[in-house]
């Protein structure tokens, strides 16, 4: 199952993919945690697609995905991945080198 939330501008466009298994505490954290800080820190200009791989494991494979929740970024480049509940906003926003807009 894919659910996609647009929050898009005019500028550079963070393009983020969460995947998760079920709605599972872990995973309904991650996405809380994953809205409130793309709102803070990129708003309007990030998209995220929640991709639940307890629905179609077989997605699991594209972004080589061993461990859950985990974040994708895909766009800007370069590709970036983090694992967890993204509670720790500080290590997520290093971690994606998202800097405060």
């Known amino acids: ?4 939330i647009k929050e898009e501008g005019k500028s550079e466009v963070y393009v ?3 995947y998760i298994a079920g709605q599972t505490p ?7 945690n994953l ?3 793309c709102e803070e820190n990129l708003k309007g200009k990030y998209r ?3 991709i639940d791989l ?3 494991p077989s997605l699991a494979q594209k972004d080589q995905i061993v461990a859950l929740p985990t974040l994708v970024r895909q766009l800007p480049p370069p ?3 983090i694992i967890g509940d ?4 500080e290590k997520v926003l290093v971690g994606l080198d998202i800097k405060k807009r």
């Open 1 to 4: 199952m894919r659910v996609a």
């Open 16 to 18: 983020l993919h969460l």
């Open 26 to 32: 872990k995973s309904l954290a991650a996405i809380a």
């Open 35 to 37: 809205r409130r800080i």
């Open 48 to 50: 995220i697609e929640i």
């Open 54 to 56: 307890s629905k179609d």
């Open 79 to 81: 590709l970036k991945k």
């Open 86 to 89: 993204l509670s720790d906003k």
